[in-house]
């Protein structure tokens, strides 16, 4: 009987110093999740914003009722913005700019890895802000 009881700890004991060699070797890997991951459904769409506008403008991007905050290009400059993006949902671009005014754009479908553009025109009451791959 002392015998079983000995193997049994001694079995747990090695099963427990495997477990945590185990749980240890897999933190400093990541192991690729299909719902979060590139090729999934999460990753990043980089966003070149042309401001042709003399007012410098703030960036966000929309999905639903969510709004994320890309940056702000100068007037008359150019921006660059990496945003991590949900690819199941459509990309829109709201455009907020210092002076006052602002347009959205319409939806676009983005895909992983993707370059999109976004162009602030000079005149936005007589030409829309516009998006596209």
């Known amino acids: 009987m002392i015998a079983t009881a000995r193997t049994l700890v001694r079995a747990l004991g090695v099963s427990a110093v495997v477990l945590l060699v185990n749980g ?13 991951d590139p090729g999934g459904s999460d990753g990043e769409v980089r966003v070149s914003v042309d ?9 966000y991007a ?14 008359k400059t150019r921006g660059t913005f990496s945003v991590r993006w ?17 347009c959205v754009t319409r939806p676009l479908s983005v895909a992983a890895g993707e ?13 829309p802000c516009q998006a596209g791959k």
């Open 24 to 36: 240890c070797a897999s933190a400093g890997s990541r192991v690729p999740n299909p719902f979060t």
């Open 115 to 127: 370059d999109v553009w976004l162009r602030v025109p000079v005149n936005m009451a007589s030409s």
């Open 51 to 59: 401001n042709q506008n003399f007012n410098d403008a703030s960036i």
């Open 86 to 102: 949900d690819f199941t949902l459509t990309m829109e671009f709201e455009v907020s700019l210092i002076g006052g005014g602002g």
């Open 62 to 75: 929309r999905r639903g009722g969510e709004r994320i905050r890309l940056g702000d290009v100068t007037g």
